[in-house]
């Protein structure tokens, strides 16, 4: 049936819910690597040490969305734990390309599968794939294309490695090197922001931001008859309809996007538009339609209408240091006032909500499978990894992006407890930094953030898994890694994803480095 919606002409309308850039390693080419990759088992393991930081002060408090009435429903993990952290990989970002017909493709196979025995002989467990909306979905509503994962799962299936499944429901447009590598979000639903801006994030300059949705249209049937949630949901079921003959023996880990990135949070500080650079704290993202009336409404039911007309009006720019921003600060304008609690408790709550409602779905959904041990897998939920300007009293960086985050208030505590109610890990970045890799100006803390993060873990009894923010191959970053992963007082993490493959780890210079780190982890 043919229909016009937001000015769009969708050819296909839900009538009835149905639930049925890979760079060529030229290097792999020479029979001196592969000579190299052959005898990556001889290369000597890197050695042991100690890795201890102290926790930031926080309390509890509660969320302004979150419900009385929800009760924990945490799985309670085994007490003791082997020391082994599997090591997944991530495919390169340009692994998918498009041909001249605009239809996706494996680009390199052949490279790809000399790459992937290379890493099988190093050792590690298995390959995290991206699983792209604008892929699989990428020409009309419920039209799915699965045909590229088939043929990359069963490759990688028949190496011998496991799979960490990333289901993408962002643009990688923005923060992926050009070129074939790009992968928007799916065409009709580009179309349909053609003719209304508002289904994604704006700042409070209008400018918005088309890697993800808005959470603001999650209930809104804008989508040729779709929710956004629906839209979410039945791709998931989709997902799973293809490949549960995957489940327990080969997919042991399923990631669900929430965001940027994947990550839970807001486009608070947007990567390659010029708008936002490091260390700036960014700005709040919710002057869509969408949410403005949700916030308006919430306002209302506090009785403060007022509050409800636009986001803080004090809180700086993209690139402005917290010094000197009045929201930031402690006065009577600031984030401690009363408007300045209502409006992150608003702001981080709805956040929270969006990625409650998207789990439960895909909890629900995987529930058949976790009662039998072979075809169990774990469900993850990432969240980004804001460690700049964490040594303030107000974090400004975090309270932009979403987590209601300051020194007198833990604001990773209520989303480890929403993931708890699904059985699901928490998946946090930042496991190769030091608080020492930064200029002391930027009033960065990694070391703190991952602190925080393990007693919030272990206070909600959900598992970790951890992954490098940034490209390290040096012996030291790779040792943090294994710090952070492997001492004794780090039993939440349960395994590391390495961002990401690319010609660079098959250098020499840091194969040598890797091979050891990867021995040790898995040891």
């Known amino acids: 049936m043919r229909t016009v919606e937001n000015g769009v002409a969708c050819n296909y309308r839900i009538r009835r819910r149905s639930y049925y850039g890979f760079k060529e390693l030229g290097l792999l080419e020479k029979p001196q690597i592969l000579r190299i990759l052959r005898n990556a088992s001889m290369i000597s393991l890197l050695r042991n040490g100690l890795y201890t930081r102290c926790p930031s002060p926080a309390r509890n408090t509660c969320i302004f969305s979150m419900d009385a009435r929800e009760k924990s429903r945490s799985t309670i993990l085994e007490t003791s734990r082997h ?27 052949k490279a790809l599968t000399v790459s992937l025995k290379a890493l099988k002989l190093a050792g590690v467990h298995g390959i995290a794939v991206e699983v792209w909306w604008g892929i699989v979905e990428r020409f009309s509503p419920v039209a799915y294309d699965w045909s590229l994962y088939e043929q990359l799962f069963q490759l990688i299936s028949r190496l011998g490695l496991k799979l960490h499944v990333d289901l993408s429901f962002h643009s990688n447009r923005r923060t992926s090197s050009g070129g074939n590598g790009d992968v928007s979000l799916p065409l009709w639903i580009l179309e349909i922001g053609e003719h209304n801006k508002d289904i994604y994030y704006r700042d409070q300059n209008g400018f918005s931001n088309d890697d993800y949705l808005t959470l603001g249209v999650d209930q809104l049937p804008l989508f040729c008859g779709r929710t956004a949630l629906q839209c979410y ?87 402005s240091l917290p010094s000197g921003v009045p929201f930031f600060e402690e006065g009577e304008d600031g984030f401690l ?22 789990l439960a779905k895909a909890a629900n959904i995987l529930k058949q499978y976790q009662g039998n041990e072979r075809t169990t897998v774990t469900l993850v939920a990432k969240i980004g990894g804001i460690y700049w300007t964490y040594h303030t009293v107000s974090h400004p960086a975090e309270l932009t992006a979403g987590y209601y985050n300051t020194a007198c208030r833990d604001g990773y505590d209520p989303v480890a407890l929403m993931l708890s109610r699904h059985g699901a890990a928490l998946h946090v970045s930042c496991l190769e930094m030091r608080d020492s890799d930064t200029s002391p100006a ?47 007082q780090s039993e939440f993490v349960t395994s590391f994803t390495f961002f990401r493959m690319n010609e660079k780890i098959f250098r020499v210079e840091n194969w040598t480095n890797f091979v050891p780190f990867v021995k040790k982890m898995s040891n």
């Open 83 to 109: 020391n082994r952290v599997p090591v997944y990989v991530m495919m390169p970002v340009d692994t998918f390309g498009f041909d001249p017909s605009g239809s996706p493709m494996i680009r390199k196979i």
């Open 233 to 319: 949901e039945d791709f998931m079921f989709s997902f799973v309809n293809k490949f549960e003959s995957f489940f327990g023996n080969v997919i042991e880990e399923i990631s669900v996007g929430l965001g940027p990135s994947g990550e839970l949070r807001y486009p608070a500080h947007p990567f390659g538009d010029g708008r936002w650079k490091f260390p700036g704290i960014g700005e709040f993202q919710c002057y869509d339609k969408y949410m403005m009336e949700d916030l308006r409404m919430a306002a209302s039911q506090e009785g403060k209408p007022q509050w409800g007309d636009k986001g803080p009006q004090n809180a700086g720019y993209y690139n």
């Open 337 to 358: 006032s009363d408007y300045g609690r209502f409006f992150l408790e608003w702001y981080s709550g709805r956040l929270i909500h969006h990625a409650d409602v998207i």
């Open 442 to 488: 930027c009033l960065c803390s990694p070391e703190g953030l991952l602190e925080q993060i393990r007693t919030v873990s272990k206070k909600r009894i959900i598992n970790v898994i951890g992954r490098n923010n940034n490209e390290r191959f040096d012996k030291t970053g790779l040792w943090q890694i294994y710090a952070n992963c492997c001492h004794p």
